[in-house]
């Protein structure tokens, strides 16, 4: 449940996923949040094993909020400039699954929304959880968690897949207008607290 909890809100990544899916099908949307878990995987594995620390240094945590606003813009721009490869037919434009895959990855790898999450909530269970049942539910714990943020991956690729055959070519391009602003909206906030900080950090 936590790591469904994690998955589900409409951020970044699932904005992304929206919009693959809708375009390209179940595999281009499931590239993109493979991306993301594996990400959030890599996250996982630092706190488990106390390597987090770096990324308290304010320098890493602007470069994180400015690199992750550039790729959220970055992608949010192509979306929309792309309306024109929106097509209803099986033969329409396709992206390659490792750019998408790259996508989820970069999209979750550097959202500090992502990495307060992995070092505030999953920290805190891992700590409790090593306190109480001792180090050999870590990994089970971990798991889980793991398991609910691959089975929303599956489920986002399955519903905007299939979801797509009942779309108009107009719907889909109004959906993937709106998923290229929403990209944008986040974009523009992770510049703003990447901009913010840098200057309290002069």
Not at 147 to 168: E, Y
């Amino acid at each position: 449940l936590l790591g469904l909890s994690l998955a589900a809100p409409i951020g970044p990544v699932n904005s992304a996923v929206i919009d693959k899916g809708i375009k390209n099908g179940f595999w281009h949307a499931w590239a993109v949040g493979a991306g993301s878990v594996l990400a959030d995987g890599f996250y996982m594995l630092l706190v488990y094993l106390g390597l987090y620390q770096f990324l308290n240094v304010p320098i890493v945590q602007i470069f994180l909020w400015l690199f992750g606003a550039f790729i959220l813009l970055y992608t949010g721009i192509e979306s929309i400039m792309k309306l024109d490869k929106v097509s209803l037919s099986q033969d329409r434009f396709k992206e390659s699954l490792m750019r998408c895959f790259f996508v989820g990855f970069i999209m979750s790898a550097t959202s500090p929304l992502s990495i307060m999450f992995w070092f505030g909530i999953y920290g805190s269970v891992l700590a409790q959880t090593a306190q109480t049942e001792g180090t050999g539910s870590l990994l089970i714990y971990s798991s889980m968690i793991f398991l609910g943020l691959t089975i929303w991956d599956v489920f986002m690729a399955f519903l905007t897949s299939g979801f797509r055959k009942f779309l108009s070519l107009r719907l889909l391009k109004a959906i993937s207008v709106t998923s290229g602003l929403s990209l944008l909206g986040f974009g523009i906030y992770f510049g703003q607290k990447g901009i913010m900080m840098m200057l309290s950090f002069i």
